[in-house]
């Protein structure tokens, strides 16, 4: 049997390829399809089998709204703080941890529980917990030490909401960390520590440039997922005083089913989608040059 040449794909596999295409026409393409549609239409509810076409009236009244642009600016701030929280402390415990964890795995079971939680049950639990009038944080905050702390008031609820999404998925970065510094061959370890070489400069020298793919593929990650945060914030604070803390899924979900602006809420997220593949292009063009830079 003549072996199939990896750089002229045979007919079996374009065969073996339909299945796939037919699934992103089916449900990816035809709901893109739509959506450009009803992005350059004058659509409601009443009218969404029989849009009327208006041109590119929906994308400039997105990008002339305010809110739009301060609900952009939260976004990018809020997925860029966290994801750098998140991983900054998933790799200290991943680091520090590591000893422990060896002996008794199970611990890492209980790391992990955060990540069981849905985030609306989440956004509930701490709006409960942290109410200025009904709950138990604020009140003992008061009663010992006298401090009338509002968690979730204008001037703390962005800090208050970067620290309940920390606190969840931090434990997704410490899984990805932990694996990634178990993945270390521990004969270069052992051969650093024979010459000589100190824990921290192993650590800054070694151990960390082995990790570096790791955690930028874990801030890329948590970063597009802070982005595009809905569920705990919206059952935190909603869009908060004034939008204050909408993030652009936010801004959307408000312009479909609040204001029925449905071809504007659809154009904003045309806008969101161009910018993230843009941005994950960019980043994918940058890191193959420099693989092929290393080459």
Known sequence: MTPLSPRA?????????????????????????????????EVSFETLRR???KGFSNFTAVWNDASFWQASWFSFRFG?????????????????????IEKRSWLMAILMLPLMVAPALVGLMYRLVLHEFVGPVPYYLWT???????????????WT??????LQWTPFALLLFYMAYQAIPKEIVEASAMDG????HRLWYIELPLMA???????????????RVFDNVYVLTGSGPGGSTASLSIYIYEAFFKQGAIGKAVAASVILFVVSFAVLYGLNAVA???????R
């Open 9 to 41: 794909p045979s007919s079996e596999f374009r065969l073996l390829a339909v299945p796939l295409v037919l699934f992103l026409l089916v449900f990816l393409g035809f709901p893109a399809i739509v959506n450009l549609v009803y992005s350059v239409s």
């Open 51 to 53: 849009p009327e076409i």
């Open 80 to 100: 860029l703080l966290t994801a750098l929280l998140e991983c900054a402390l998933g790799l200290f415990l991943a680091i520090f941890l590591s000893p422990l």
């Open 144 to 158: 010992w030490f006298g401090a009338n702390l509002s968690f979730l008031g204008p001037a703390s609820a962005f």
């Open 161 to 166: 909401l970067i620290v309940v999404e920390t």
């Open 197 to 200: 070489a100190r824990y921290r």
């Open 213 to 227: 793919p790791t955690i930028v593929v874990a801030l890329l990650i948590r970063f597009i997922d802070g982005f």
């Open 288 to 294: 193959a040059r420099r693989k092929g830079v290393a």
